[in-house]
């Protein structure tokens, strides 16, 4: 507990120190939710009110039906049981309740008596918070009345996600730590440079083929030494505006001598000296030599600073090693965007922008270098990429799909083109950072990478004799979009998949009585749903129990009704909007949904700051109290989901 | 676990605070259920542990009702010493001198804290120690002792671990394990960092909170069943 003592310690008019509750009972109102919103003279007021009780495990504090509720009940040590009886007098266990959380709130505010029965599973302390004091706490506060009516508000939302954010992105001490151990000589790109006689015309057009900012200027008869600089602003104030003639040499408007920094210099030294001098490109030396060039800009990037920046850089490079490194650079450019409070629609959106982008510059480098392909393609993204709703190292799920070719020869020359260019991109797609997709689920396995008519076929076959168990396996191919090439070709893919699924309502039949069957064996753990065995023992696999089912729904609702988004986010949208579903349950499923998500985002980036490999599985001891409350609220999210399928998709 | 304390030297003139107390505890009823008692848990912090020259510098107290920590009645006050520089000592106690120095005299707090416990039951940790302070207090400024019986916190969990966890022997090992702190540990309870008088008696409310309910489960019903058990560290199922 706290003991941030904000109440003086005034003696009152007789003297008495305290002529109020004891700081230990404000320190507990205080962590508590929603109390914690309040100002602290409330808080003293509130905790005068309260009374602290007592309850051996085992005791129970109240019953179903029976039990009027005089207090709102708020655990301080111990544990609770939810449940009620049903007709056959068998127990149906509702939630656990630990520290923290409430009893009695719902019925207090809806004036009824108790709807669940309450019992003890340990010996437990509770404030008792008079009926009155919270029913004026709801009126006098809507913090308290939001947290209470709206399971979601978007209040508490908030406050999770900055408790998210402070609690688990704190590990790695400062951003400095780049500044402290990237040299300059890490940084430095391929050297360009150009002979002093040069023209302006001239060095412009190699920065521009090249895509760089800056060019070294080297002595006419010594290639090795370096004279000068120019840069990008230079040809706009040397040159443009002093309308000078772009065939005059590169010296006349150079800055000369180049200032350098050696190669093994820190970056917060290269920072120091940009700022003190105000020179943003500086050369790099190495045994005498200048090997290159570092800027403000690569120093910034290296910090992880700016998403733009590193897209940009993307797609700027013009050789495959150089987008290596890039595809590597994402996670920090991620963090960095969660510091600044984006939720997690946005962040996978951007990683998905990213690699996007790497996929782009990856095929049309490949492209170039194998000359035009045969008959138009298209790329396709599966699954979660297809979704834009990968976190970090997803394994890559791609495909290829090609126009039917128009005889045998160009049938027989597109196998062998698309077979040898999807080979080359998965292996640098590998080196990007992006691992096999162990299904093998990848444009260069043959089956995945066939002409137009082939996929339909393999729809149709999906489409009209669904078997359950080839279908948990091929739910990735209804999500695909296109990453690269005609995107023509997927649209009509997608096109035909609609057609024909409407004409034949089993697919999606079966996919929503898959959804509705989809309840996992879970086991209730001190308040949470954990696997019950294997490696993962008392660990929560959020990305299988809490994200699938969502994305299951979206998925089979958006097949059912036409909707050719792939985004789960933008399918939900779609679906309220088009009055598929009620508003609530919109709201409802994209707040569980968000936050599950950002919990494994946050997950997988502290995992990777410290080393180890991404996954789903997620501690629920690490969680805060209000994590827990609001990942269990989106679990009962699932069972709305579930039922709102089965009403749609009733068994036959 | 409850003991009344001897009479007062009855020549001088008793307090009436003194006289109606006497007179509540004259026929005093142990017999109904435990609920229907009210209890105050006190602990007072002193100049030194010497009975006959140390003096109380402070006093905290809180009701118990119904069988629940009452936070709206709390009583808490320093004390001025008759000797101030003797307070050096008191720095341990979490009290500057300077506190003291503001702090209304002893002659002025007694009459509050009677007041303020009236005619409940007195708890505290130990509470022999706080027990002979407190007489000697009130026979100086009112000239008689309280007839409130006491109820020991620590005597309370001896008598909890012999009957509910079976620990015949609780010399050696246990011993050593009965502070106030060490006890709520070891029972699970929410723990607080010591600051005051108030905030110990705080401690001692849960600890006596635990005890009470954990012996009502267990069958025990009245304030003498209460007595038994801290005498013979077993009772009879009724």
Redesign the interface.
Same mark, same amino acid.
């Given at each position: 507990m706290t003991n941030n003592r904000k109440h003086p310690q005034v003696p009152s008019f007789d003297g008495s120190v305290h002529a109020v509750a004891p700081d230990v009972a404000v320190d507990f109102l205080r962590n508590t939710m929603p109390f914690k919103e309040l100002p602290d003279d409330i808080l003293y007021s509130l905790a005068r009110h309260c009374r602290i009780d007592f309850f051996p495990k085992g005791t129970r504090i109240l019953t179903y039906n029976e039990s009027e509720i005089t207090h709102l009940y708020l655990i301080q040590r111990g544990g609770v049981k939810a449940f009620i009886t049903d007709a056959e007098d068998k127990i149906v266990l509702k939630d656990y309740r630990g520290v923290g959380a409430n009893i009695g709130a719902l019925g207090i505010i809806r004036g009824t008596r108790a709807n669940l029965n309450i019992e003890t599973i340990e010996d437990t302390f509770c404030f008792l918070l008079p009926r009155e004091n919270l029913l004026n706490l709801v009126r006098e506060y809507s913090v308290v009345a939001h947290f209470y009516l709206k399971s979601f508000s978007d209040n508490v939302v908030a406050t999770a996600y900055s408790e998210l954010r402070r609690n688990r992105m704190t590990r790695r001490t400062t951003d400095a730590l780049y500044l402290f151990s990237v040299t300059a000589g890490e940084l430095t790109k391929t050297l360009h440079a150009i002979p002093g006689t040069a023209s302006i015309q001239k060095a412009a057009a190699i920065m521009t083929d090249h895509a760089i900012g800056s060019l070294l200027v080297h002595d006419d008869k010594e290639p090795g030494s370096v004279v000068g600089i120019i840069t990008d602003t230079d040809f706009r104030t040397k040159v443009v505006a002093s309308g000078r003639d772009y065939r005059d040499p590169v010296t006349t408007i150079m800055s000369s001598p180049l200032k350098t920094v050696q190669s093994q210099t820190l970056c917060f030294d290269i920072l120091l000296k940009m700022m003190s001098t105000g020179i943003h490109h500086l050369g790099v030396e190495q045994d005498g030599q200048v090997t290159g060039i570092v800027t403000s800009h690569d120093i910034m990037v290296q910090q992880g600073n700016s998403p733009y920046y590193l897209f940009k850089e993307i797609v700027a490079q013009s050789e495959f090693q150089g987008l290596y490194p890039l595809g590597q650079k994402i996670s920090g450019i991620i963090r960095n965007i969660i510091n600044e409070g984006a939720k997690a629609g946005n962040i996978t959106r951007m990683i998905a922008i990213l690699n996007d982008q790497i996929v782009v510059r990856i095929l049309s480098l490949l492209q170039e270098q194998m000359g035009p392909p045969p008959v138009k393609y298209c790329w396709l993204l599966l699954g979660s990429e297809g979704r834009r709703e990968q976190t970090f190292k997803t394994d890559q799920d791609n495909a290829l799909i090609y126009a039917d070719p128009e005889n045998e020869e160009q049938r027989r020359r597109a196998e062998d083109y698309f077979k040898l260019f999807a080979e080359q991109a998965i292996e640098h797609l590998v080196h990007c950072g992006y691992p096999l997709c162990k299904g093998d689920v990848m444009a260069r396995n043959p089956k995945w990478c066939q002409p137009l008519s082939v996929w339909k076929s393999y729809f149709l076959n999906w489409i009209n004799a669904p078997d359950p168990q080839e279908l948990l396996n091929s739910t990735i191919f209804f999500d695909f979009r296109c990453g690269f090439g005609t995107e023509q070709l997927a649209v009509d893919l997608r096109e035909y998949l609609i057609e024909q699924s409407n004409k034949k309502g089993l697919l999606t039949y079966h996919l929503g009585r898959q959804c509705i069957a989809n309840r996992a064996p879970l086991s209730l753990f001190n308040n949470f749903i954990v696997e019950k065995d294997g490696e993962h023992r008392d660990k929560l696999d959020i990305k299988f129990r809490g994200l699938t089912p969502f994305v299951d729904f979206a998925r089979t609702l958006a097949l059912k009704y036409g909707i050719r988004e792939t985004n789960t986010l933008d399918r939900l949208r779609v679906l309220m909007t088009e009055e598929k579903i009620p508003r609530d349950l919109y709201r409802a499923t994209v707040d569980a949904y968000e936050f599950q998500m950002q919990l494994r985002v946050i997950h997988q980036l502290s995992q990777i700051e410290k080393g180890d490999f991404p996954d789903n599985f997620i501690h629920p001891e690490h969680l805060t109290d209000l994590e827990r409350r609001m990942l269990r609220d989106a679990f009962t999210v699932i069972e709305k989901t579930q039922s709102f399928l089965e009403n749609i998709f009733p068994a036959s | 676990m409850i003991g009344r304390f001897k009479y007062s030297r009855w020549f001088e003139t008793q307090h009436e605070l003194i006289t109606k107390n006497r007179e509540f505890f004259k026929d005093f009823d142990q017999t109904r259920p435990l609920q229907q008692y009210n209890f105050v848990v006190f602990d007072m912090e002193m100049t030194g542990m010497n009975r006959k020259k140390d003096e109380i510098i402070s006093i905290g107290g809180?009701k118990i009702r119904n069988?629940?920590?009452?936070?709206?009645h709390?009583?808490?006050?320093?004390i001025r010493p008759q000797k101030i520089n003797h307070t050096e000592a008191t720095l341990v106690h979490r009290i500057t001198p300077e506190q003291l120095r &503001?702090?209304?005299p002893l002659t *002025?707090?007694i009459p509050?804290f009677i007041s303020f416990i009236g005619t409940d039951l007195l708890v505290g940790h130990y509470v022999g120690l706080d027990m002979s302070f407190l007489h000697r207090a009130t026979e100086s400024v009112l000239n008689g002792t309280l007839a409130n019986p006491g109820i020991d916190t620590m005597r309370m969990a001896k008598g909890y671990k012999r009957v509910m966890l079976g620990y015949y022997h609780d010399r050696g090992e246990t011993a050593h394990k009965l502070s106030l702190r060490d006890l709520s540990r070891e029972?699970?309870?929410?723990v607080? &960092?010591a600051?005051?008088a108030? *905030?110990d008696a705080?401690q001692t409310?849960?600890l006596f909170?635990?005890f009470i309910?954990?012996f009502k489960?267990g069958g025990l019903v009245s304030l003498r069943d209460l007595y038994h058990v801290g005498r013979s560290g077993r009772w009879t199922s009724r």
């Open positions: - | 809180i069988l629940q920590i009452d936070l709206g709390t009583f808490h006050y320093y &503001e702090a209304p *002025e707090v509050k029972f699970n309870l929410p607080f &960092e600051h005051d108030l *905030e705080m409310a849960y909170l635990f309910k954990k489960k």
